[in-house]
């Protein structure tokens, strides 16, 4: 079970950290990603890591402002995201993948219920 949180309204340039708690099972044993939705539009990628910790990939939109991280000692994968703007507002889904890694929405097979981000300008 994925249980994310950490979202809210904030103002462009902001910063926020989403916090994606494991249950039942280490997310060190599976690869680990950020997804998001915006209203009207599909479920998009916005980072992976793999399983090994090893690996980080992000959305073209979002390198060099969000970084996805690891607690593997609180079982949690976290999101911190910085100077935030208004079209990353969205949902933001963590997901699990029964692999060491994929960039791959259909390959997540466990999914948090997500958490609103929403930027205003």
């Known amino acids: 079970q994925l249980q994310a949180s950490g979202g809210g309204l904030v103002q462009a340039g902001a910063s926020l950290r989403l916090s994606c708690a494991a249950s039942g099972r280490s997310v060190s044993r599976y690869a680990m990603g950020w997804f998001r939705q915006a209203p009207g539009k599909e479920r998009e990628f916005v980072a992976a890591m793999s399983a090994s910790g090893g690996t980080i990939d992000y959305a073209d939109f979002v390198k060099g402002r969000f970084t996805i991280s690891r607690d593997n000692a609180k079982n949690t994968v976290y999101l911190q995201m910085n100077s935030l703007k208004p079209e990353d507002t969205a949902v933001y889904y963590c997901?699990?993948?029964?692999?060491?890694?994929?960039?791959?929405?259909?390959?997540?097979?466990?999914w948090g219920q997500g958490t609103l981000v929403t930027v205003s300008s």
């Open positions: 997901a699990a993948a029964d692999r060491t890694y994929s960039l791959s929405k259909g390959e997540y097979a466990y």
